[in-house]
């Protein structure tokens, strides 16, 4: 079953946004722009800035590093 956050997930925090954003671009498969999707980004370029902004990487650097470290 897949989740996706609410229609009010625009009005939730953004670092909790991407605090799930971290958590599936490490431990799922799905492309970028289905978890920014889910996460209740519209633009993928919106996400890719504030994902950038509070964790210093782009989210496919964050995936490449963080979840080779998993493997």
Known sequence: MSYKW???AAK???TRRIKEARR???GS??????IAE???????TH???IFKDITSLSPLKYRQTYK???D
């Open 47 to 49: 996400f890719g800035r």
């Open 6 to 8: 609410p229609a009010t």
């Open 68 to 70: 080779a470290e998993l």
């Open 24 to 26: 599936l671009l490490t």
């Open 38 to 44: 889910r996460v209740g980004f519209e633009s993928m």
């Open 12 to 14: 939730c925090s953004p």
């Open 29 to 34: 498969n799905l492309k970028i722009a289905d």
